[in-house]
C-alpha cells in the first residue's frame, strides 16, 4: 500500500535506528569505539523512532474511529431493517391467508375432498422443504433429540391434523363468515393463555400493559362489528362479479349452526396451543427450515391417516388440471412453505401473541377482495369495524414495541436475557 508523505518521513526515521541500535548495542557489549556525535545520532534517533511510533498509532486510532463513524448508518440502516421484517413478514403472511381463503371457498365448492386437500398440500411442501433445508440447513441444525422429537410431533398435531381437518368439518355445518369472525378469538386466547404460562406480562398498572389489553379487546369487536353489523350498503366497486359464487345448503339450521361453531372453536383452540408451543420449540431449535420441514413431514403422515379412515372413495384421491389442483399447488408452496417459514420467524422474532394480534387483519383484507372478485357491496359496518380493528392494532403493537425496547436495554446490561418461559421443562 503507498505511504503518504508523513508515512514516508516517520517509515524513515524509524529505519535509521538500524544504524543506530548495533552501534550502542556493539558499544556497550564489544567495546566497539565511535564518535561521539555518532552516540548522540543514535540516541536521538531512538528517541525520534518512539515519537513516530506514537503518531502513527495516533493516527491509525483516528482511522479506525473515521471508519466506525462511516460505518454507523449503514449499521443503523440494518438494525432497522431488521426491526421491520417481522412487522412486513406477518403482513405478507395475512396477505397469503386471505388468498388461500378465495382460493379454498372456489374449490371446495367444485368438491375438493378436504381431507385429501390437506394431505396433498403438506405433500408438496414437504418435496420443497426437504431439499432447501437440506442444502441451507445441514452444516448449523443442531442435533434433534427423541424428546424434541416427540413436541415437533405433538405441534403438527395439533396445528395441522386437528386444526385444518376440524375446521373444514366445521364449515360443512356453518358458514365463512361465522368462521371468519370466531378467527378473531385467537388473539385474545393466545394473550390469555401466554399470560398464564407467564410467556408474556402486562400489568394494568403501565401504560404499554393497558394498551395491549385495550388493542386485543378492539381488534375482537372490531372484527366482530365487521362481520355482524351490516347497516346500510355503500355502492359495489364491481358491478359484475369477476366469479359467479352459490352457496349449497341450508346452513342457518338450529343444530347445524351450534355444531359448526363448536368444531371450528375447537380448532382455533388447537391453532393457539399451536402458536405458543411453536415459540416454545423455537428457543431450543432455532432452524426454521427444518423445523418446518419435519412438521410437513408428520403432518402428512397423521392426515394421510385420517383421510384414509374417512374417504375412501378413489375418485376423491385423482387430482384434474383445474381450480382444485391450482388450489393444492398455491396453498402447497405458499401456504405450507412459504407462510409457515415467515410465520415461524416472525414468532421467534416478536412471539405468539405478536403473530396472533394480526389475525383480524386477513378478515379485512378477505372482506375487501370479495368486493372486487365476487362483487359483494360493503356495508358501513365494514368500514367502521375496519377502523377499529386499524386502531387496535396500533395499541397492541406500541404496547409490544415498548416491551420489545425495555428487552433490548436489559440484554445490552445483562449477559443474558430472559427466555419467554423457563426452558428447563422443554429442554431436549
Not at 73 to 84: D, L, Q, V
Not at 107 to 116: C, I, K, N
Not at 318 to 345: A, E, H
Not at 363 to 386: K, M, N, P, Q, T
Request: hydrophobic share 50%; glycine share 6%.
Amino acid at each position: 500500500m503507498p505511504f503518504k508523505d508523513t508515512d514516508r518521513y516517520q517509515v524513515a526515521a524509524i529505519s535509521i535506528t538500524h544504524i543506530a541500535i548495533p552501534h550502542l548495542l556493539g558499544r556497550d557489549f564489544f567495546k566497539d569505539t565511535a564518535p561521539t556525535g555518532v552516540t548522540f545520532a543514535g540516541i536521538a534517533s531512538i528517541q525520534h523512532m518512539g515519537l513516530c511510533l506514537r503518531q502513527v498509532m495516533s493516527n491509525a486510532a483516528v482511522k479506525l474511529e473515521k471508519t466506525a463513524v462511516a460505518r454507523e448508518p449503514f449499521g443503523a440502516e440494518m438494525n432497522s431493517t431488521k426491526a421491520c421484517a417481522p412487522y412486513l413478514g406477518i403482513v405478507v403472511v395475512q396477505l397469503a391467508y386471505a388468498g388461500s381463503n378465495i382460493l379454498c371457498k372456489l374449490a371446495l365448492e367444485q368438491g375438493l375432498s378436504f381431507l385429501v386437500f390437506v394431505v396433498y398440500r403438506h405433500l408438496i411442501a414437504l418435496l420443497i422443504l426437504a431439499p432447501l433445508a437440506y442444502a441451507l440447513e445441514r452444516n448449523r441444525r443442531p442435533s434433534l433429540s427423541f424428546p424434541l422429537l416427540v413436541k415437533v410431533f405433538v405441534l403438527a398435531t395439533f396445528g395441522i391434523t386437528i386444526h385444518q381437518n376440524v375446521y373444514y368439518l366445521g364449515l360443512d355445518y356453518t358458514s365463512p363468515t361465522v368462521a371468519s369472525a370466531l378467527s378473531n378469538v385467537i388473539p385474545a386466547l393466545t394473550f390469555i393463555l401466554t399470560a398464564i404460562l407467564r410467556m408474556e406480562k402486562a400489568s394494568l398498572r403501565s401504560a404499554k400493559g393497558r394498551a395491549r389489553i385495550v388493542g386485543t379487546i378492539f381488534c375482537i369487536s372490531g372484527a366482530l362489528v365487521f362481520t355482524f353489523w351490516k347497516g346500510f350498503l355503500l355502492e359495489g366497486f364491481v358491478k359484475r362479479p369477476l366469479i359467479e359464487m352459490h352457496a349449497e345448503g341450508d346452513v342457518h339450521h338450529k343444530e347445524a349452526w351450534l355444531k359448526g361453531s363448536v368444531l371450528i372453536l375447537t380448532s382455533y383452540i388447537a391453532y393457539t396451543a399451536w402458536l405458543i408451543l411453536q415459540a416454545i420449540i423455537c428457543e431450543v431449535y432455532p432452524a426454521r427450515l427444518s423445523l418446518n420441514t419435519i412438521i410437513c413431514f408428520f403432518a402428512s403422515l397423521q392426515s394421510s391417516a385420517v383421510a384414509l379412515v374417512f374417504e375412501r372413495n378413489a375418485a376423491s384421491w385423482r387430482m384434474d388440471w383445474n381450480l382444485q389442483l391450482l388450489t393444492i399447488i398455491y396453498c402447497g408452496t405458499v401456504i405450507s412453505c412459504l407462510t409457515y417459514y415467515l410465520l415461524t420467524y416472525c414468532i421467534g422474532e416478536k412471539g405468539p401473541v405478536f403473530a396472533a394480534t394480526f389475525i383480524p387483519l386477513q378478515l379485512v383484507i378477505v372482506g375487501f377482495l370479495s368486493a372486487f372478485i365476487f362483487a359483494e357491496r360493503l356495508h358501513i359496518g365494514s368500514l367502521i369495524g375496519a377502523f377499529i380493528i386499524i386502531v387496535g392494532l396500533y395499541c397492541a403493537l406500541w404496547g409490544k414495541s415498548r416491551d420489545s425496547n425495555e428487552e433490548d436495554e436489559k440484554s445490552s446490561i445483562m449477559p443474558c436475557s430472559e427466555n419467554f418461559v423457563s426452558m428447563r421443562a422443554c429442554q431436549p
